[in-house]
């Protein structure tokens, strides 16, 4: 199955019914793919006048209470921003892809991450999070989407899945999720009250800031759990490794075939492959980075992530950037030589 | 034995409006909630709020309410439409909200027919922020924003919304009211109440256009800012029905719409 595909399918399969998108390479095949499946669940498939429309018809169908979603390419997910933010101020959840291309501006078409610092730190105004799952394969897509509905509605938030052009292009066999059947319940939503209870409201204006205020605290309460509970990362080859190698997404799969290399080359080095970006998988790295002489990010962009590692790794070994950009994808053998290089250093006791 | 002849509505709930005095966002309010008791849908209704003056309307109206961002109320109202089909649907919102910063999303809304409806208060004014110029300012008005005037060689022409939504076939009631008198109160509720029975009956998307005071902002007495109103703001939003598929003999926006085009085929000749 096709990455893109794969996204949409395992969101059906995750109850969402409502998908509002609007046109953009590199996530077309997601909206076809709705667009034709989605009548035949009884669903609803939209293609808004823009991606501002389409955002907000999110935020109206889950003030609803029901699963929705919407997918688009970084030019398109800055107009999300602020639906996005109205979905976190009001405690809606949501999932939202974001098929990332390079930038800024119109940029290009091909894939990158430099969307990294958007989906982490500022896809909208305001202090908020969204919880961010990076897939870096078609099985993972399919998981991830599954997952972030659960996520979105246990703690009422947005979910972005931040993938790539090149992982939504790709093709590898998936097993499909069995299709969810049971979902929360969600009081709060608008369904009319019917007489039985006062009126619901789903709404992010607080004009008092000792209100306003209470509602970030409890939000950032929420996060607080989220950071304890959910980060994930996968570790591969990390034990005794001495050069701990940091990539997310497409750019992992680069990266561990070029630690395999390394690794033949008598080099001691691993991967760690955040999957959360947000909650920040941090107690992985931190770990590893007891072990390790250095660390090294590698990222489709000109050095994002790697601001998060240095926030964790906090001076203890260095940490080295390794990115292309524009929608180059870099390469195992030149991101060997990086890793080579690193070594070299170590070794010669240059520091 | 006395009767009572005047009560709140049901569907109004007990806060206090937050509007200056001689507002008349507070009689459209008024007018909505109203016809949510009269038709027995208030259990039914979700209400969506704009950015503007009545941002606060999902605290005074009864039913299950949404805020949704400046201009972005039609969307909003579309996925709550489609998600909750049995439901209705209404959205309340300003000139600068509506036909300024949302005009993308009224167009669309309104041409794909979504059964809705939109109570649309025009008081040719930014209230909430402190009277700049809005689309549906006049030519020559004076506002914060335009200190000379609205020259409309610099800052365009005002936007007539019904009229133009009008030509769009998606839409089943585009209809102008103001509430200046009490007859016209009278006319705008039967106006208001007639777009809520569209929705319910699934005949399409359904608008009516306030023609509103902003006494604050236009710097004028309540009673002054009616005779405003009268001289300045009628003559150029006349009051009427622009568009009525069912009083045009159709029962729904896509009969009408394939009449339309069928017309429109045969070279205009009927
Ligand atoms: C994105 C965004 N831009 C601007 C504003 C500031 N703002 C608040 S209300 C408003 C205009 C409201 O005017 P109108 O829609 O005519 O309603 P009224 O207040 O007159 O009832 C503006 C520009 C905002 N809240 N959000
Ligand atoms: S500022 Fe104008 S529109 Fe807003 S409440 Fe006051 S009078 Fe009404």
């Given at each position: ?19 509002f ?92 991450q ?37 996520l ?20 590898e ?12 319940a ?43 509970t ?33 690794r ?9 492959r ?42 203890r070994v ?34 | ?62 039913c ?13 109202a579309?996925?709550?439409?489609r ?37 649309f ?12 110029l ?70 399409g ?48 926006v ?17």
């Amino acid at each position: 199955m096709k990455g893109n595909e794969a996204l949409a399918e395992a969101a059906i399969r995750a109850g969402c019914r409502f998908f509002f998108g609007y046109p953009i390479t590199p996530q077309t095949e997601l909206a076809a793919y709705m667009a034709k499946r989605m009548p035949k669940e009884g669903g609803v498939y939209l293609q808004a006048e823009s991606e501002i429309a389409a955002i907000n018809m999110v935020y109206g169908a889950s003030a609803a209470g029901k699963r929705a979603m919407t997918s688009s390419s970084s030019p398109g997910i800055s107009l999300k921003g602020e639906g996005i933010s109205y979905m976190a101020g009001a405690d809606l959840p949501g999932v939202i892809i974001n098929v990332q291309r390079g930038g800024p501006g119109l940029g290009g078409i091909q894939p990158s991450q430099s969307d990294y610092f958007q989906a982490t730190r500022a896809t909208g105004h305001g202090d908020f999070h969204l919880i961010v799952l990076a897939p870096s394969t078609v099985q993972e897509m399919t998981d991830y989407v599954f997952r972030a509905f659960d996520l979105a509605d246990e703690y009422r938030t947005p979910v972005m899945i931040l993938a790539d052009g090149m992982l939504g292009q790709m093709m590898e066999p998936v097993v499909l999720p069995e299709p969810k059947t049971e979902f929360p319940a969600k009081p709060w939503a608008v369904t009319g009250h019917k007489g039985q209870r006062t009126h619901n409201i789903v709404n992010s204006l607080h004009l008092k800031p000792e209100r306003l205020e209470e509602t970030n605290v409890e939000r950032y309460q929420r996060y607080d759990r989220i950071k304890a509970t959910e980060q994930l990362a996968e570790e591969y080859r990390v034990e005794d490794a001495e050069i701990v190698v940091v990539a997310f997404g497409a750019s992992s799969r680069i990266v561990r075939s070029a630690v395999n290399k390394a690794r033949e080359k008598g080099i001691k080095a691993g991967l760690i492959r955040p999957i959360t970006l947000w909650p920040f998988p941090a107690d992985a790295i931190s770990a590893a980075t007891d072990r390790a002489k250095a660390i090294l990010t590698v990222e489709m962009n000109m050095g994002q992530m790697v601001d998060d590692v240095r926030l964790v790794v906090c001076g203890r070994v260095p940490v080295e950037f390794f990115g292309r950009a524009g929608g180059i994808i870099p390469t195992p053998a030149e991101t060997l030589a990086v890793i080579e290089r690193i070594a070299a250093s170590l070794e010669g006791g240059a520091r | 034995m006395s009767k009572i002849v005047f009560e709140r509505p049901h569907s109004l709930t007990d806060a206090q409006f937050s509007y200056c005095p001689g507002c008349t966002h507070g009689i459209v309010h008024r007018l909505v909630a109203e016809t949510m008791d009269e038709l027995g849908i208030e259990g039914t209704t979700v209400g969506v709020a704009p950015v503007g003056c009545s941002v606060l309307a999902y605290e005074f109206f009864g039913c299950d309410m949404v805020q949704a961002a400046h201009g972005r109320a039609p969307a909003v109202a579309t996925a709550l439409k489609r998600a909750l089909p049995e439901n209705v649907v209404f959205a309340y919102q300003g000139d600068g909200d509506l036909a300024s910063i949302g005009m993308a999303e009224t167009v669309h809304a309104a041409t794909r027919g979504e059964k809705i409806t939109i109570i649309f208060i025009n008081n040719a004014i930014y209230g909430m922020t402190g009277g700049q110029l809005a689309p549906t300012s006049l030519p020559d008005q004076v506002t914060q924003t335009s200190p000379y005037g609205r020259d409309v060689n610099e800052a365009g022409f005002p936007i007539r919304v019904v009229e133009m939504l009008s030509t769009l076939d998606g839409v089943a009631l585009a209809q102008r009211v103001t509430v200046d008198t009490p007859k016209n109160v009278r006319a705008a509720k039967r106006a208001i109440k007639k777009a809520f029975e569209y929705q319910v009956e699934g005949v399409g998307y359904t608008i009516i256009e306030v023609v509103s005071t902003c006494p604050t902002n236009w710097g004028l007495s309540p009673v002054d800012a009616l005779q405003w109103l009268r001289d300045n703001m009628l003559p150029y939003y006349p009051p009427g029905v622009y568009k009525d598929v069912k009083a045009d003999g159709f029962a729904n926006v896509a009969e009408a719409a394939a009449a339309r085009a069928l017309e429109l085929a045969g070279g205009g000749e009927v």
